[in-house]
């Protein structure tokens, strides 16, 4: 049965540029797009938070210009300041329709932001599974 799923990633530029952005924000929808063997259709929307630190792009643009994401409802919200926190990172929350159940969705971790969530890492879901 089809269930709505929710998938978590996150990553880090390495400065507060349009290529930069650019770059590690399509790093990380190709690593959820593949791990989670995701057609563009499958995905119901996503929300990305940006660290205040980031301003040169919005996330959101460069999944616009993704093939056949055109028709997905994205959101850009600046990430919640916390002193200490990681800087320059950007967070996913994408909503998908999937066959799978919510154990076998792939969270990913990228750049300086795999220590967010190291239980999530596909390193440890690979060692949970056996």
Same mark, same amino acid.
């Given at each position: 049965?089809?269930?709505?799923?929710?998938?978590?990633?996150?990553?880090? =530029?390495?400065?507060?540029?349009?290529?930069?952005?650019?770059?590690?924000?399509?790093?990380?929808?190709?690593?959820?797009?593949? +791990?989670?063997?995701?057609?563009?259709?499958?995905?119901?929307?996503?929300?990305?938070?940006?660290?205040?630190?980031?301003?040169?792009?919005?996330? =959101?643009?460069?999944?616009?210009?993704?093939? +056949?994401?055109?028709?997905?409802?994205?959101?850009?919200?600046?990430?919640?300041?916390?002193?200490?926190?990681?800087?320059?990172?950007?967070?996913?929350?994408?909503?998908?329709?999937?066959?799978?159940?919510?154990?076998?969705?792939? +969270?990913?971790?990228?750049?300086? =932001?795999?220590?967010?969530?190291?239980?999530?890492?596909?390193? =440890?879901? +690979?060692?949970?599974?056996?």
């Amino acid at each position: 049965m089809w269930k709505v799923r929710a998938i978590r990633g996150a990553t880090t =530029a390495p400065e507060n540029t349009v290529e930069a952005i650019r770059q590690v924000v399509s790093e990380l929808l190709d690593a959820l797009e593949i +791990h989670n063997e995701l057609e563009p259709d499958d995905i119901i929307s996503v929300i990305f938070t940006a660290t205040r630190d980031l301003d040169a792009l919005f996330p =959101a643009s460069v999944a616009r210009e993704r093939p +056949h994401w055109e028709n997905i409802p994205l959101l850009d919200v600046q990430q919640m300041f916390v002193e200490g926190s990681l800087e320059r990172c950007i967070r996913i929350l994408m909503y998908v329709n999937t066959l799978k159940p919510q154990s076998q969705m792939y +969270h990913t971790y990228l750049g300086k =932001a795999q220590n967010l969530r190291p239980d999530w890492s596909i390193e =440890a879901i +690979h060692l949970q599974r056996g």
